[in-house]
């Protein structure tokens, strides 16, 4: 697809990055020259030194036949203008980046009566993630399939797990779950494990089930899958805002330490349900006194991410905390992420240009296919693709066990008009199901891509 | 530095060098010359160890500024090395420095020679020095980032490092792409001027050498008098074509996308064209007389603009004997080149742009010296590091022009002579005035002044630095 993308921060380099790897034609905008420099001489991307909300600078970057543009700039404002001119100038899909609670609203009006393909808000897209991370606090990563109707869980198997060591069959029997592991990272590698596949500690499974089979799942082999009841959050930015709203509503108590004393009135009057601290959270005495050691989760949101590091390291040492998450803004070391002991890490430009990337893939998949939805699992090496069946087919009526699948290629689950259905060799695939596949082959566009 | 990719690239352009072999091989098939079996070794030997190298993809992707460079400026190396081999093992250039000074010449698009008589070489020898022009007008990297699957951010740093110009833009967003285009485009062009020489009634085998010769602004002859004898027609057409191909490429490409208002506003561009039609015009006039008709005069002075102009190199005359006035305003055009993005050599007029306007900037600021000002060309202000880049360039390219005419010097040939064969090697240009004058050539320079000269041809058809950061010994460190 021929993409343009407005803005060149963060997370616009992290989009070019992904979306030059995925093969795009990619145009950036960005009135920095220095910025289009660093982009255009580390991806294959072509540079325009502008202002993107300007006409001609559109047409530059060849906005008459783009296929899409992404707005990623630091202001709202210039966000959505660029969008709308994209959309006049070039009739092209456009997403934009809105992340002033004021419009974010009124978010669905701006997006129906501006035209636009999707708006995404980092900091609500963080803490919808974290909240989703709380709710099941033994999973790290949590993707969703047929409106919320089933999941995609995520664990890292501990020393002390009974999974350890055993085979897929093994767990099958024993457990009598409806839950299918669906793949395996170990190491660098990711595997589409079959029945005789033997579980290893620090593996890190993915499985797909319903929410609640996901919680019996949890429980069977002894994993704590209590909803944390209070959480500590340091500083009080608008992740902490929107995740306080989000959490309220799941009857979690939060806590809210920030050391400006001016946010903390107005975050007072915004969250008058909510304990707001006024206090330096690097001072180690505000934390015992707000009763660190006693928090059931921890979440660092400063602005600073150091300092995130350090606070989760501390939480992680002094608390009882089962959930740390910590967010991480600028720093790159994604391989190093995976090393870093005290919990979870979120990092907003990556949800923001992951949510972003869906959608352009969904867009790409959409063209001549009928995938519905489109996760990458660990780090891309597996993908999750959902179909829906609407058409007879070949792989239509007849029972998975006599399907020539492709290696590699697993069926994960059916879902027949909300009923969630973990197959086995006798199921068999409806018309009018919604299937999610699981595979590390890439590139399927139908159900029928399915067959060797 | 990282050795692995860099010998993994190496080995693409020594197969792809062998690939080119096989023309003069089908040439020789064709005239029934032996020359060509030396052909066929070397492009099998050269085949087997680029095999040998590209048999494995590195584990270790990294790649960055310094190795593009260092890959780029040994590739140009090794070529020549390579390309000179048949020359010597079929005698036809016996010396091998001699060889490789004319396959580094051919390369580069300069077209200076060592030959005494080049109509004794065979034909399959000919063509393949042509050839090496077509090859290195555009780029062997060009080449490869076109029919290669090569992913990853590091293509860029290849094209960067080998195409000729202040700032190195793409046309489309995808490097595979960009370099596609340019090589339709060159080849298009190519094929146009063979068709339209064959119209004006030139031998095939001329017609083809000397469209390679003028798409790659080379240079080399197939003839002792170079282009003199062909006839009006022939030559008017390949002025004519001397000069587009001296044109940037972006001016091709907007044409291609109708653009035409964009194409035509290329300032650089308009700079060119109003050079070449000046000093045609001054060359005239100073000349007039020294050739029996206006239309010989007018068609001598604009073959010989344009060909020094674009860096080619072609002549129709002995400009030896000119007015100094006329032989003035072709050392400057030896100076300035043709524009930045096209195939011809020299300093390009972009960067002659951006100087004016920078010393306009400076005078500007002891009338004012508050003012704040920068330079704009294309509607659009070039960033002050771009700036900074291109004035720097002119004081590396004095530099090394300064100690190759010291070295040159050793060798007791008089001042003119070591002043333009210096010029006209690091310029890509191949005639230059004196000794080394359309009708003299390179012969008479001793071993190790020939040497400082390919050293000059490479390091000025690469722009300076890939072949000045093999010399920097921080660049052969393992990472």
């Known amino acids: ?452 | 530095m990282n050795y692995s990719f860099v010998f993994y690239i190496l080995g693409w352009v020594l197969t792809l060098e062998a690939g080119f072999m096989m023309l003069p091989c089908i040439t020789s098939l064709i005239y029934r010359e032996k020359a060509g079996l030396w052909f066929l070794l070397v492009a099998v030997v050269t085949a087997a160890g680029g095999l040998l190298l590209i048999r494995k993809k590195p584990k270790n992707p990294q790649f960055f500024t310094k190795e593009g460079f260092a890959v780029v400026g040994l590739s140009w190396i090794v070529m020549s090395l390579v390309g000179a081999l048949p020359f010597t093992l079929s005698k036809e250039i016996p010396n091998y420095v001699d060889a490789i000074f004319e396959t580094a010449s051919g390369f580069t698009t300069t077209g200076a020679s060592i030959l005494t008589d080049v109509e004794a070489l065979s034909h399959c020898t000919l063509l393949w020095r042509s050839f090496t022009h077509w090859i290195g007008g555009m780029g062997v990297f060009i080449f490869l980032l076109a029919v290669l699957p090569m992913a990853g951010g590091y293509n860029m740093n290849l094209m960067r490092a080998e195409s000729p110009g202040p700032s190195v833009g793409k046309l489309v967003p995808k490097v595979k792409e960009s370099a596609k285009i340019l090589y339709i485009i060159y080849f298009a062009m190519t094929v146009t001027e063979m068709i339209l020489l064959l119209i004006a009634r030139m031998p095939v085998f001329d017609a083809i050498c000397i469209a390679f010769g003028t798409a790659g602004t080379g240079g080399f002859g197939i003839r002792g008098d170079s282009c003199a004898s062909y006839n009006a027609a022939s030559q008017w057409i390949i002025t004519v074509f001397m000069a587009l191909f001296g044109i940037n490429f972006n001016f091709y490409y907007f044409m291609l996308r109708k653009k035409f208002k964009d194409a035509f506003s290329i300032e650089e561009v308009r700079w060119y064209v109003a050079l070449i039609l000046l000093c045609t015009a001054f060359i005239t006039f100073n000349t007039w007389g020294f050739y029996p008709t206006a239309e010989e005069s007018l068609r001598t002075a604009a073959f010989q603009v344009s060909s020094i102009v674009t860096t080619t190199g072609f002549a129709t005359t002995d400009f030896n004997l000119w007015p100094s006035f006329s032989k003035t305003i072709l050392i400057i055009l030896m100076l300035t080149g043709a524009c930045a993005g096209s195939t011809g050599g020299g300093l390009k007029i972009s960067r002659f742009i951006i100087w004016w306007k920078s010393i306009k900037n400076q005078l500007e600021a002891f009338v004012h010296p508050r003012s704040v000002n920068a330079v704009e060309m294309d509607g659009k202000t070039i960033d002050k590091d771009t700036v900074r880049s291109v004035s720097v360039y002119m004081v590396v390219f004095l530099l090394v022009y300064v100690i190759s005419v010291f070295l040159l010097s050793l060798d007791q040939f008089d001042l003119v002579t070591n002043f333009t064969a210096v010029l006209a090697t690091i310029n890509n240009i191949g005639p230059g005035l004196g000794e080394v004058g359309p009708c003299g050539n390179f012969a008479g320079f001793s071993y190790a002044s020939k040497v400082v000269l390919i050293f000059d041809m490479l390091a000025g058809r690469l722009e300076l630095y890939p072949i000045l950061l093999l010399l920097a010994p921080g660049v052969w460190k393992k990472h």
Do not use: W
Request: charged share 25%; net charge neutral; aromatic share 6%.
């Open chain 1, 1 to 452: 697809m021929k993409i343009i993308v407005v803005g060149c921060g963060k997370v616009g380099l992290t989009l070019v990055k992904q979306l030059s790897a995925e093969k795009h034609d990619i145009t950036v905008i960005d009135l920095r020259s220095d910025a289009i420099a660093e982009a255009t001489n580390s991806y294959d991307c072509m540079g325009v030194v502008g202002n993107g909300a300007s006409y001609s600078v559109q047409k530059e970057a060849g906005v008459d036949d783009a296929n899409l543009l992404i707005a990623v700039t630091g202001s709202d404002e210039l966000n959505l203008l660029c969008c709308l001119i994209a959309k006049k100038a070039g009739n092209t899909a456009t997403i934009a980046r809105v992340r002033n609670p004021v419009y974010s609203k009124e978010i669905s009006y701006i997006k129906e009566e501006l035209g636009l393909s999707m708006v995404i808000n980092p900091e609500y897209a963080s803490a919808i993630e974290i909240a989703r991370i709380l709710r099941f606090p033994s999973a790290d990563k949590i993707e969703t399939f047929a409106n919320g109707r089933v999941e995609i869980l995520n664990f890292v198997i501990t020393e002390k797990s009974p999974l350890k060591g055993m085979t897929l069959i093994d767990v099958a029997k024993k457990y009598k779950c409806e839950v299918l592991i669906c793949a395996v990272e170990r190491g660098d590698e990711a595997f589409i494990p079959n029945g005789p596949f033997i579980l290893r500690e620090n593996d890190r499974v993915s499985f797909v089930a319903s929410p609640r089979h996901a919680k019996e799942f949890f429980e069977k082999i002894g994993v704590d899958t209590h909803q944390v009841k209070n959480t500590m959050i340091v500083g009080g930015g608008r992740i902490a805002y929107y995740l306080a709203t989000q959490l309220r509503g799941q009857g979690i108590s939060v806590k809210i330490i920030d050391s400006d004393r001016a946010r903390c009135e107005e975050l007072s009057e915004l969250l008058p349900k909510v304990c707001i601290i006024n206090g330096d959270a690097t001072n180690k005495d505000v934390l015992m006194e707000e009763g660190i050691e006693s928090c059931e989760s921890f979440i660092a949101l400063t602005g600073i991410d150091e300092a995130n590091i350090f606070l989760s390291m501390y939480a992680k040492n002094v608390s009882k905390a089962k959930k740390i998450i910590t967010k991480i803004n600028r720093i790159s070391f994604d391989d190093m992420m995976s090393l870093f002991q005290a919990g979870s890490i979120i990092a907003p430009k990556n949800i923001t240009s992951d949510y972003i990337l869906q959608q352009v893939r969904l867009m790409q998949n959409t063209i001549g296919s009928n995938v519905e939805t489109l996760y990458k699992l660990v780090d891309g090496k597996v993908e999750a693709l959902e179909f829906s069946i609407k058409e007879k087919s070949e792989v239509v009526g007849i029972p998975l066990k006599e399907l020539k699948l492709k290696r590699n290629l697993l069926i994960a689950c059916i879902n027949r008009g909300g009923l969630v259905i973990t197959p086995n060799g006798q199921s068999s695939i409806q018309l009018g199901d919604t299937v999610i596949v699981v595979t590390t082959q890439k590139g399927l566009g139908d159900i029928r891509d399915i067959l060797e």
